[in-house]
Structure formats: structure tokens, C-alpha cells
């Protein structure tokens, strides 16, 4: 058995639209248990179409941080700013559920756009406008979790082969995390040492050969490299 995850005073349902402006009413479930109890994970979650009534429930999700927990996390993480976080929305975010939690301050003003990955609490990403909420969430990503990061499947997959300017690596724990500036492009691009190995050995003056999913996002993960 279960129950819709209650959100607080918020709504219990959501808007959402897909990649074809079809809305659906979305909610997220847990367990059903006893009165006082909290559960901090979702079971799977609804999708109730606004046009034709359909109503569909996914179980994939099964495990994952429900939106309540999301906007806990969101709330501790400015909680020197007294924000309150507003109705959460689960989004499929570069090949990730993810929760997309608005926080505002005690004037209902939105203040920070929050990204909450809803497989593991410790990665996420906000910032003042949704384009900084992207960038760190996908940073974050590309720093913390091995599986591939797609930014979007609508965009087409570009290859570009160039000259490395600079090169910064950024040992985390057992992960090498490696960031690129080549020629011709005014951005940032990040690959994760635990899928290119061979990366970590990359110096300025190389030429590579780096193919990504192009959202024109700042921080840009590489999909596939060859050197």
C-alpha cells in the first residue's frame, strides 16, 4: 500500500510538461505506514495527464529521495537565509531523476532555483537563475557520479577535434575529475577520470578529440573522448 508523500502545506500535486508541452498533474508516493512515521523515500511516483485523464505510475523510481526530503535538504542548505522551499518537481535532468525545488524568502519572492539528485542527496546544484542552477547541478554530477551525464536527449551529439589550452585536475577522494579550455570554444569542459582513464595525463598542447550533447550550458560534460 501507498500514499501520496505529503509536501506540507504545499499542493500535493504538481504541473510538469514533457519535450512536447504535454502537461501532467505529477505526484510522488511512499509507504503507507503508521501514523507519526516519515518516510524520507518514495516508492514511485504518478503521472495524471491534464488533457485526456490518463494516469500513469512508474516504479522505477523506487528507493530515490521523495520531494519532502528535497525540500528539507534545499531549506538546510540556506538556512541562514531563512528560505522556504516551494512545491518540488521531479524532472528527468541529464539522464537523472532529479528534483527541482524553488526556494523563496518570508516574502514569497523567489530567491534560488535548487537541483536535488534524487538517487544521492549529496549531489546537487542552485543558483540565482535556472542557467547557474544547471551548471552546478551538471558540475556536480560529472564530479561525483560515474554513470553518463546527458544533457539532453533532443540535442545532437557535436564533435569537435582541437588544441588543449589549459588543464585543470581535481582530485576528489578516489575520483579525478579533469577540466579543459580548448581553442575555439569559450566554455568549460569536464571528464571523469573513472571513464577516460587516459585522461588525467592530458597536458596544454594536446590535440583531442571530444564529442558532447551541446546545450550551451558554461560547464560542458564531455560524452566521449579520444587521446
Do not use: C
Amino acid at each position: 500500500m501507498t500514499e501520496p508523500t505529503q509536501w506540507g502545506i504545499e499542493d500535493s500535486v504538481v504541473g510538469v510538461v514533457n519535450r512536447d508541452l504535454q502537461q501532467s498533474w505529477f505526484t510522488d508516493h511512499m509507504r503507507l505506514r503508521g501514523e507519526g512515521t516519515i518516510s524520507q523515500s518514495m516508492v514511485g511516483f504518478t503521472m495524471f495527464d491534464a488533457r485526456t485523464g490518463e494516469l500513469s505510475y512508474f516504479r522505477d523510481a523506487s528507493g530515490m529521495l521523495n520531494g519532502r526530503t528535497a525540500m528539507n535538504l534545499a531549506e538546510r542548505t540556506f538556512v541562514r537565509d531563512d528560505y522556504v522551499a516551494g512545491t518540488p518537481s521531479l524532472y528527468n535532468i541529464y539522464g537523472q531523476y532529479t528534483w527541482v525545488v524553488p526556494l523563496m524568502d518570508r516574502n514569497s519572492v523567489l530567491r534560488q532555483i535548487m537541483l536535488v539528485n534524487a538517487s544521492s542527496e549529496s549531489v546537487t546544484g542552485h543558483g540565482e537563475t535556472k542557467r547557474e542552477a544547471f551548471s552546478a547541478y551538471q558540475l556536480a554530477l560529472s564530479t561525483r557520479i560515474d554513470e553518463n551525464i546527458v544533457p539532453g536527449e533532443i540535442t545532437d551529439l557535436v564533435e569537435v577535434t582541437a588544441v588543449v589550452e589549459r588543464v585543470y585536475k581535481w582530485d576528489r577522494e578516489d575520483n579525478v575529475t579533469v577540466r579543459l579550455l580548448v581553442e575555439g570554444y569559450d566554455r568549460i569542459f569536464t571528464v571523469n577520470a573513472s571513464a577516460y582513464p587516459r585522461a588525467v595525463f592530458i597536458e596544454p598542447g594536446d590535440e583531442i578529440t571530444i564529442r558532447f550533447m551541446d546545450a550551451g550550458e558554461e560547464v560542458q560534460a564531455i560524452e566521449e573522448l579520444d587521446y
